[in-house]
T-cell receptor
Framework: AQSVTQLGSHVSVSEGALVLLRCNYS??????LFWYVQYPNQGLQLLLKYTSAATLVKGINGFEAEFKKSETSFHLTKPSAHMSDAAEYFC?????????????FGQGTTLQVKP | DARVTQTPRHKVTEMGQEVTMRCQPI?????VFWYRQTMMQGLELLAY????????DSGMPKDRFSAEMPDATLATLKIQPSEPRDSAVYFC?????????????FGSGTRLTVV
């Protein structure tokens, strides 16, 4: 079974500041991990994914995430926040085999960027 | 860009009425998910199909919800009879063979309001 916990339902940062969104996972099988972003009134868009090739993963819009097996974490970071980054962010986990491929989401973190 | 198309985008209906939501997955994608998003519960997985066969619908209330894939280009989610607690945004997502590796593409959702 897999699950995801996102620490902090709301995160507020100033424009230009570091963004850190936390995600911890639980998985009984080797996981694939994803971050999705949802802008208001839109569907979810894939930001980046960990698929066991490299532990530091770079995604779109300057975001990156690091897979740390020892900490069961996959935190999302961006060095400098932009106003356009304000959105809801979801961490998700799935198993690596096709039989465990269903995507399970965390509760989401709303990122607010202040001018 | 290839897109997952969901119709209708918005639906307002009276309690007790039947509601049908449709999803056209990306051509060639063989995996389809239905999710429900609410403020209280976040993103809940309702059903999951691969090659048109249901793999997991344990998240779906069986007495009133049904999900089908009549063909590879259409997935449907029906609610009969609808209740106010069904008000939510319903998302469809699709992915290719091996989508656990590549991630899934989400549609823009159907916003359902049951009054």
């Amino acid at each position: 079974a897999q699950s995801v916990t996102q620490l902090g339902s709301h995160v507020s940062v100033s424009e230009g500041a570091l963004v850190l969104l936390r995600c911890n996972y639980s998985s009984s099988v080797p996981p694939y991990l994803f971050w999705y972003v949802q802008y208001p009134n839109q569907g979810l868009q894939l930001l980046l994914k960990y698929t066991s090739a490299a532990t530091l993963v770079k995604g779109i819009n300057g975001f990156e995430a690091e897979f740390k097996k020892s900490e069961t974490s996959f935190h999302l970071t961006k060095p400098s926040a932009h106003m356009s980054d304000a959105a809801e962010y979801f961490c998700a986990v799935s198993g690596q085999s096709s039989n465990t491929g269903k995507l399970i989401f965390g509760q989401g973190t709303t990122l607010q960027v202040k001018p | 860009d290839a897109r997952v198309t969901q119709t209708p985008r918005h639906k307002v209906t009276e309690m007790g009425q039947e509601v049908t939501m449709r999803c056209q997955p990306i051509l060639g994608h063989n995996t389809v998910f239905w999710y429900r998003q609410t403020m209280m519960q976040g993103l809940e997985l309702l059903a999951y199909f691969r090659n048109r066969a249901p793999l997991d619908d344990s998240g779906m209330p069986k007495d009133r919800f049904s999900a089908e894939m009549p063909d590879a280009t259409l997935a449907t989610l029906k609610i009969q009879p609808s209740e106010p607690r069904d008000s939510a945004v319903y998302f469809c997502a699709s992915g290719p063979q091996g989508a656990t590796l590549y991630g899934y593409t989400f549609g823009s959702g159907t916003r359902l309001t049951v009054v």
